[in-house]
């Protein structure tokens, strides 16, 4: 049997960047990270030049990135809403997150930085905190993340995160679990909705250091 040719993958965005030669450590710089960046190569010398440069360049012919196709007939998002987000610092661990009022335009709430964190806890500690503020002044307005994953934790009532518990995250760990209380103990009206960042581009809550 033919010995199975060793691939190396490049980690553009996850975790933790860099180049890595075997699936497995690939993977795990990957897992529960949203929007991870990652491509495998067939010797370690092309990863090393993928690496050096964009992992748009990296998936498309000549570095032209396609254009997502707009689709005119798309339904607009409803401007009576709450649009929620997160940020994660690759350099320094550092997770933040925020919400507004999507009308107006204004700062509902604001959070962090926190150390040792990831953009999906912080997606879903927004939602919750979202959920609770409305619950609070009895408005039922609808909620829109860019995240599937943290409105996934959301309906299951629990953060999925694969995060480690460190010296700096012990606080991160207590609104993760506060959250989770929040969510058994509490129901609401609000509807959880998809942000559509192909037809209406970012979301309003964006920290904008894409």
Not at 41 to 67: M, V
Not at 89 to 117: A, H, I, V, W
Not at 153 to 177: G, M, P
């Amino acid at each position: 049997m033919a010995k199975k040719k060793k691939k190396f993958y490049v980690v553009w965005k996850g975790h933790k960047r860099g180049i890595y030669g075997s699936w497995e450590d690939c993977k795990r710089q990957i897992d529960g990270f949203q929007g991870a960046q990652y491509k495998s190569f067939e010797s370690e010398k092309e990863a090393i030049d993928a690496f050096s440069k964009s992992y748009a360049h990296s998936i498309t012919k000549g570095g032209q990135k396609k254009k997502a196709q707009v689709n005119p007939n798309a339904k607009p998002p409803t401007k009576n809403s709450i649009v929620v987000d997160a940020a994660w610092n690759t350099r320094t661990g550092d997770m933040e997150y925020q919400g507004f009022d999507f009308n107006s335009g204004k700062l509902l709430f604001k959070k962090g930085p926190f150390k040792d964190g990831t953009n999906n806890v912080g997606e879903f500690l927004a939602i919750v905190h979202a959920l609770a503020l409305l619950k609070n002044h009895g408005v039922d307005l609808p909620i829109y993340s860019d995240s599937r994953t943290a409105m996934s934790w959301v309906r299951k009532k629990k953060a999925n995160t694969k995060l480690e518990k460190t010296e700096h995250n012990q606080e991160l760990f207590e609104l993760i679990d506060r959250a989770e209380k929040w969510l058994e103990q509490n129901t609401y009206k609000n509807i959880i909705l998809k942000w559509d960042t192909k037809n209406w581009g970012e979301n309003p809550a964006d920290f904008g250091r894409k």
